[in-house]
């Protein structure tokens, strides 16, 4: 009778095992990586706008300030999106005919408020307050990346929970001083290490233990 | 596996034993009924693949693609997104007028608060109140014109009123006539007086299900004219209430619950008690809380009232029964020693006569005036509901408009209302709702809520409340002046311009911005009526011993049924029997046995030529001979979620006795339909749950002593949030249950699901009768206790989670992390107090996107398989944290009420810092009546109570 194994079967089953096994782990960690790539988060891709209004231009070039669209930025926890009666307080003046104006234009006659789309997204069960974080001097960059520089406004960040939990576990490394806030292009200056420790107490921002607390961000 | 065996037919089934086990697991653990269809090992493997394939996607977020975010055209001033506005409005039950502060955010009110600065409610708030926010965004509500039940809007329906309207003008009103529900609104109330002076034929009717004629009776044969009692408490050192409501619902609850619990505590803190006696048929609220108490039948009751009033007029002592005398004597020395400073009190449900003698025994102890007031009637008077029918069908009524009342559904059964305003050739029926009598009207017309029109209404001591929009009318509602414009004016008004004119308020906008910010329309308070007896007592009428009564109440939580379709206050346990979604024949122990009836079986009640079917309930102190049922359901409307739900009382009523109907018959009709009750759901294990504070007794609090533990002990760093719950002053009203439920998005689940025990209340309101002896003796009070988390500082419940996902923060906050949560409900079966709730079937899931709009946004909606329980609130303890933060300022004391200390009409619920000393939480920590529930557990609860207070060993 022949024999039912041929001699290199052995190897090819130690082989065939070989490349499941490595496989497999493989598979694993690009679907890990692949589920938590800026991909799959959607960072960097700026989503269509009822009009392609530009950050870079408005703040980068022009130097408008942030908080002249999103005023309660500095002391309510939503941020505010301008209202059109905002646009409008130039665009009555200037531009008044750009083609790419016209939904503006159309919102203020209609009095039909524009759709935006959104592009940074808190995921659920979190409740974040922008007065806090900016009055604690943490800056707008921190989260929404260099503002100024984008032509298009796209997500930064991924908002995963380690991004938040990172800072809040550590918050000298990001934090500054209060003109530095609006910022779009800190880094952190080299005596950070000093600095860092010196504005937390002088913010009065609490332990990393309490910041922890589910309930800060949670409820 | 079980033991098979083979059946006569030839097939496999259980033995025997197995099935006795099945039933006997489907009898006492109804929920657990369905794990007994286990599946077979195929089924049970494709089920685990499945969810082994499927689990996954439980990770996966929402599509946000379609994400958008809408900023307004113009942004109207102060109101920044996200940002909460409160508005000082009213809430109306039965017309009359509580304040309120109604928060809203984003333009939706969300959340209904008491307001301080209103004479009458003084921050208070009841359950119908907190209730009225779900009631604006009922999608059950009326949502359009109807003509014969056709959609049809409000353009034709004033096009077909101008022929009618113009043969009107030319016959000054004659065959119309207006059936107007119950209202105290001085500006409608003026409207009609106005419209009956340039059309003097018209004829005006009112009708309302819970009748306060048997008070303005008592008070004619008393003083010679209808009038309103109301009651100032500040002063009052005892209480005598016969048949009394004094703290039940109703229109006069928040104020009265406020003032008795205030002049409780005033008395208490000079070492002596406010004593209330209270003699009652039926067991309430009142009853509850009374030192003394005596359960007699309501004929009774007069003759009692009839023994007090001749010893106050020095009169000679009537004979009664033993226990009725004792009470008399025990009631007649609180009253002979604190004249001019005690209350006599009787409920509206008593009988002319009793209303009359307690009116003539406060004249006479000198209360009147000082802690008895009296106003002339607020409510709207027309002609009766009677007449109408008389008019109905001798066919003078060619034209009906009515206005705020279902009568099709809540007038008496043997009236014949229906059959007569089938005569009616013209019928106009306006209600927030599509109900009854709308089915049978030509036009239907959708009215606006309280919270989305102008209006004004009276509390019951004649405060004159602004009622403000805090929304645009979600379904196109009008408001009863407004319909009432369009019918007889040519340019209609709308509600604003009828109370500014009304108010006066063209050249006065100081006036107008102070009653905006207040609620309180100053200078319009009806004046207070000084009162002089005319003639005798009335002589007695009522035979002493009738046969079996029949006594009608409305309900404690869907009154007399215009709110029967908030799921709220249907899903609300009763105060003493815990019963949710129905009514029940409610009877007492002595005639239970008589008759051979046990609890929740179907018995058929007949009075009069009529019956309805109910189950049975047995109240421990009913009095014998005495049937209660409460008014409010068996209601019809097919597609509501009333409808169905228990049985119709009003079939049973009487015109001429709303509230008591001789020669009752009961019989059971050989079935049992199971009641939903709370009462058994989370049971504690051990025992002294309610601690009782005798007057003169050592001090019965746990004082300042801690039991040793084996526990690191965890170190506050900074804040220490704790709360006080005074027992003594809780009246077991359910208001801060219904302020938890609107606070937090606290799921309904419905009638069905109670019974299997998954109801979703993250605070309760246990109820303790302290029972002194057996059936027939004379009852003792009962004591109410609210229960929310404890939030111990050495939880229980921490222990059991195996991912964390119930923790403490470092202000001492138990928290509840949803999105950790498993759903394995260890920390369930580990918490002593029972206070965890677990979402078995994602109740929150499909709601109305009405319902979804009340939501409050700072709070999570919860999903299934999630467990969740009390907070403290969390989310007003952030707020105030951010500001606190934001602004470098401390939390203020009182900065943070939870929803429930802020509804409560008594005030028995503190919360605070106990870290500061001098907070308000921190003293009554201090107070010697302080002590943990189950404290031997030593888990140390931050939710302490304070002992219930009785009068000294000896006394009373």
Known sequence: ?219 | MPPLSLGADGKWRDAPGERGVAAAIRERFPAAADLLHTPDRRRFMRLMAASLALSGLAGCDDDDTHDVIVPPVAQPVGAAPATVLTYASATLLDGFANGIVVRTRDGRPIKIEGNPAHPWSRGGTDVFGQASVLGLYDPFRSQAVQFRTRDSDWTAFRAAMLGPQAQWRASRGAGLALLIGPTTSPSLLAHITALREAWPELRVFSHGAVPRDALHDGTRQAFGRPLETHWNLAGARSIVCLDGDLLDAGAHQVGAARGWSEARRGLAAGGSLLEMHAAFAVPNLTSAKAEHGVSVQPALIEAMARSLLSRATAGGQSDLPELAAAWCNAAWRALDGTRGASVVQAGLHASPGVQEAVQRLNAALGNTGRTVLHTAPLQFQGESLTSLVDAMQRGVVTALLMIGTNPCYDSPAGLGFTAALARVPLKIHASLYDDETAVNADWHLPMTHPLEAWGDARALDGTASLIQPTIAPLYGGRSAGEILAILTEPEPRDALTLLQAHWDFAGAPERWHGALLTGVLEGGTAPLVPVQQTGGMTPATTALEPGMQIVFRPDPTVWDGTVADNAWLQELPKPLSKIVWENAVQIGPALAARLKLAQFDVVSLSAGGRSAVGSVWIAPDQADHVVAVTLGYGKRTEGQISAGLGFDAYTLRAEQTPWLLDGATLHAIGKKHVLACTDDHARMDGDGFVRVQRTGAPPVGDGDGELPTLYPHKESDGRAWGMVIDLDTCIGCNACVTACQSENNIAVVGRDEVLNGREMHWLRVDAYPARAGATGTAPTSTAFMPVPCMHCEQAPCEVGCPVEATLHDHEGLNLMVYNRCIGTRACSGYCPYKVRRFNYADYSAGAAPTIVEQRNPDVTVRARGVMEKCTYCVQRIAQARAISDRDYVPIAEGAVRTACQGACPTDAITFGDLAQPDSAVSAARRDPRRYALLGELNTRPRTTYLAVRAPGVGEG
Not at chain 1, 18 to 26: C, F, H, I, K, Q
Not at chain 1, 117 to 139: D, Q
């Open chain 1, 1 to 219: 009778m022949r024999q039912l194994f041929a001699p290199g079967a052995d190897a090819i089953l130690r082989l065939a095992l070989l490349v499941v096994s490595v496989g497999a782990l493989v598979f694993l960690v690009v679907v890990g990586a692949v589920a938590n790539s800026d991909y799959v988060y959607g960072v960097g891709v700026a989503p269509k706008q009822p009009v392609p209004f530009s950050h870079k231009h408005h703040s980068g070039e022009l130097g408008l300030d942030c908080r002249y669209c999103h005023t309660s930025v500095t002391h309510l926890a939503n941020a505010g999106m301008p209202p059109t009666y905002t646009c409008m307080t130039c665009h009555s003046q200037i531009w008044t005919g750009a083609p790419m104006l016209a939904p503006v234009r159309d919102s203020l006659a209609n009095n039909q408020p524009l759709q935006w789309s959104r592009v940074n997204h808190i995921p659920e069960y979190v409740y974040f307050n922008h007065a806090l974080h900016v009055t604690k001097g943490i800056g707008c960059s921190s989260c929404h990346g260099a503002i100024t520089s984008m032509q298009m406004t796209a997500r930064a960040k991924s908002f995963q929970m380690q991004f938040c939990i990172t800072c809040h576990r550590n918050p000298a490394a990001n934090v500054r001083t209060p003109d530095q806030v609006w910022n779009m292009n800190w880094t952190p200056p080299a005596d950070q290490a000093t600095k860092g420790p010196e504005l937390v107490a002088q913010y009065h921002i609490r332990n990393a233990a309490q910041l922890t607390d589910c309930s800060i961000c949670h409820r």
